[in-house]
């Protein structure tokens, strides 16, 4: 008999926790497969500045949210966004994991706020919200009867019939067999694999957008990929090698590490190699711009100046960022003399494009999470707004997918001919991958640059199609699937020739009225 189950999750963020929570609560059973073999697999555990909530002015938070993606987010997602936060956050963080965001006494939340908000709407823990919301997320749902969590498990393919998915292949300790659900909801995250500096764990190949635009699922608004601009990158050129499958990152192994938006919020400002602040000049509202702007400046002033530092000295940093201080401390940074920052790939805007419960172009296929292009971000997502939009569309995914029984059907045949891979040919590519990532797709775009990435990326994608056709094993499939999100990123980014929000086209931008770097210098 083929596994069945009512609701397949594929990923364990916050986005596809909430959609197995909202599933299980309407009477469903749920599978809950997910790579990750600890919770720092999921990019929700590295959230540190928190969660945005409307407050009373759900009106002034849509404003942020679609003035930092440079008037492109789509104003009915972000109605649902603003209208469903509150009571999500009080529903499920608070009432249902009972999760202690800080507070300034026992009656008030202290509210924090990070660029681009008009208002202190941010709930937090410390700045390492995301661990304190995810492990009892997790906890949570394991004790869950309805619910099954199955880690170290890599959907490979999706099954689907006629428009219609009906499950996904999954893999676990090099075995594959297909699990039938009635409704299937990726959740799978980003794609932080694709750049050789990203804030993402490991693993974050892009997996559910690979496998939806293989099964024929539309895709939308790809080119957006936000950079964060303050990240400590250990002065790597870049992350260091990719660890085997399964594997993933942690604040041991891992040497970059995210410096919070928040940091700046509460005062911090940037300084460049001459030790001169120098984001008023980019922006009126300087540290505080739209991250995409705060980014390019960043990397402007490092090629020009050398090293940019985020300078602490303005705010208690011990006190209000004690989990900064500690990674700081680990990694031998003397955070009085300012950190030093870069920016490094941090959050996709786009992906599989989803109406306002989740659902995809093709029948019984949900995306949520990262992985989903809901419309709320648009061109540049606004800080602390992707674990809502995550919590958000995950519970009305979840209520939604529920009710339709698995039915199953021929599953598409994995190959197994030569199993074996040469050495090293995963590592290799991506090797290949991130480099011409990162030279021509990265935070400035120039046309030329975009259609070389796109033949060297086709080729690449050959050469993987040619080994997937007679294997099967899941660092090649990561591989192809990192491999069509990079192209379709390029393609996306070739398509559309307007300087917008993260998507920054070096000839249009020249010809258009960015602010042009300070001329005091
Ligand atoms: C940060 O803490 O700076 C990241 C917040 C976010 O990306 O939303």
């Not at 993402?200 to 099964?215: C, E, K």
């Not at 030569?418 to 021509?440: G, I, N, S, W, Y």
């Amino acid at each position: 008999m083929p596994e069945t189950t009512d609701v397949l999750v594929v990923g364990s963020g916050i986005a596809g926790l909430a959609s197995a929570l909202a599933a299980a609560r309407a009477g469903q059973d749920v599978l809950v497969a997910t790579k990750a073999t600890r919770p720092e697999g999921a990019s929700s555990w590295w959230a540190q500045g928190g969660i945005a909530v409307a407050r009373d002015h759900p009106e002034q938070f849509k404003e942020d949210i679609i003035a930092a993606s440079d008037d492109t987010a789509d104003p009915d997602a972000v109605d649902v966004l603003v209208e469903n936060a509150n009571d999500a956050v009080r529903d499920v963080l608070v009432e249902t994991l009972a999760v202690e965001f800080d507070s300034e006494d026992d009656e008030e939340y202290d509210f924090t706020r990070e660029a681009a908000h008009s208002e202190d709407r941010i709930l937090h823990v410390d700045a390492s919200t995301g661990r304190h919301i995810h492990v009892p997320f997790l906890n949570y749902l394991d004790d869950h009867e309805n619910i099954e969590l199955r880690d170290d498990t890599a959907a490979l393919e999706l099954v689907r019939h006629e428009g219609r998915v009906h499950g996904a292949i999954l893999e676990s300790d090099g075995a594959y067999e297909p699990v039938y659900a009635g409704a299937t909801v990726l959740a799978t995250g980003g794609i932080g694999d694709l750049f050789p500096r990203s804030t993402n764990p490991t693993g974050s190949t892009g997996d559910g957008i690979a496998m939806a635009a293989l099964a024929g699922a539309d895709l939308a608004d790809m080119e957006y990929v936000q950079f964060h601009p303050t990240v400590y990158t250990g002065g790597q050129a870049e992350r260091g090698p990719r660890k085997a499958s399964g594997e993933t990152a942690s604040s041991e192994d891992a040497d970059p590490f995210l410096v919070s938006e928040a940091v700046r919020g509460e005062g911090g400002l940037l300084r460049n190699g001459d030790g001169e602040r120098f984001m008023p000049d980019y922006h009126e509202d300087a540290e505080l711009a739209p991250r995409d702007v705060v980014a390019r400046a960043v990397a402007t002033e490092r090629r020009e100046t050398g090293v940019v530092t985020l300078d602490v000295g303005p705010l208690d940093f011990a006190e209000a960022f004690p989990d900064l201080v500690e990674l700081c401390e680990d990694r031998g940074v003397d955070w009085t003399d300012g950190i030093p920052v870069a920016p490094a790939e941090h959050f996709l805007c786009g992906g599989i494009d989803v109406d306002d419960r989740g659902r995809t172009s093709l029948d019984r296929l949900y995306a949520v999470g990262e992985c989903a292009r809901t419309g709320v971000h648009g061109a540049n997502r606004l800080a602390s707004t992707s674990l809502l939009e995550g919590l958000v569309w995950g519970l009305r995914a979840g209520e939604d997918a529920a009710g339709d029984e698995a039915d199953p059907i021929e599953a598409p045949d994995l190959l197994e001919r030569d199993p074996d891979l040469p050495d090293d040919f995963a590592r290799q590519k991506f090797h290949r991958l991130t480099r011409v990532m990162d030279e021509c797709v990265g935070l400035e775009r120039d046309p030329d640059d975009l259609n070389r990435a796109l033949a060297v990326l086709r080729r690449l994608k050959g050469e993987v199609d040619a080994y997937v056709r007679t294997r099967t094993a899941r660092s090649l499939y990561e591989l192809r699937n990192a491999t069509v999100t990079a192209l379709l990123v390029t393609r996306h980014a070739i398509e559309n020739d307007e300087s917008v929000g993260t998507h920054y086209v070096v000839d249009a931008a020249s010809e258009s009225e960015t602010p042009e770097p300070r001329a005091d210098d």
